[in-house]
T-cell receptor, first 114, second 116 residues
């Protein structure tokens, strides 16, 4: 089983709202990732968690706040977003950071900021 | 740093024809190579990967790719495409290094459109 699940599938929010995206995997992977993907572009790395600790933050604005409460779960908390933050948000996981283990992607959450 | 170039942004091809999607990379160190496919409104699915060993790699859905170290290429091929292969294809690399977090570097993507 190589499944990464993401909820919700679609999200529409206003600029003053607070919402969260959820990602879950049960493959025993200890590295989890958040990516942002704009239309017709490749995914851009936002955050990497390794063994539940944040190891990479690619200079992402503080209105995006990641959280890894346990080895299976990854959240992305959203607050005071801008319309340009509208995108597909992808979660991925892999066996361990530091080796070339394959990243498995979830289906994504399509976020629209009004 | 490494970079990935996908030479064709769009590739239209007729059904049952062969197709090649080109990918070149540059890196000062050895890399691992991947091809991912993204169907409309979906996440990325791994097609195949090259880590070591045989330079001809077979993946899912009848795709294969050949790693050419001298030409720093990893082109994706399929001998006969189907309508259902219409999707965006991404080539990606990760630098082989120890003690550092791995990051996928993606190419800009190739939109494959299979025509009836």
């Amino acid at each position: 089983d190589t499944e990464v699940t993401q909820t919700p599938k679609h999200l529409v929010m206003g600029m003053t709202n607070k919402k969260s995206l959820k990602c879950e995997q049960h493959m025993g992977h200890r590295a989890m990732y958040w990516y942002k993907q704009k239309a017709k572009k490749p995914p851009e790395l936002m955050f990497v968690y390794s063994y539940e600790k944040l190891s990479i933050n690619e200079s992402v604005p503080s209105r995006f706040s990641p959280e890894c409460p346990n080895s299976s779960l990854l959240n992305l908390h959203l607050h005071a977003l801008q319309p340009e933050d509208s995108a597909l948000y992808l979660c991925a996981s892999s066996q361990v950071v530091g080796r070339a283990d394959t990243q498995y992607f979830g289906p994504g959450t399509r976020l629209t900021v009004l | 740093a490494q970079s990935v170039t996908q030479l064709d942004s769009q590739v239209p091809v007729f059904e049952e024809a062969p197709v090649e999607l080109r990918c070149n990379y540059s890196s000062s160190v050895s890399v691992y190579l991947f091809w991912y496919v993204q169907y409309p409104n979906q996440g990325l699915q791994l097609l195949l990967k090259y880590l070591s060993g045989s330079t001809l790699v077979k993946g899912i859905n009848g795709f294969e790719a050949e790693f050419n170290k001298s030409q720093t290429s990893f082109h994706l091929r399929k001998p006969s495409v189907h309508i259902s292969d219409t999707a965006e294809y991404f080539c990606a690399v990760v630098r082989i290094s120890s003690g550092s977090a791995r990051q996928l570097t993606f190419g800009s993507g190739t939109q494959l459109t299979v025509l009836p």
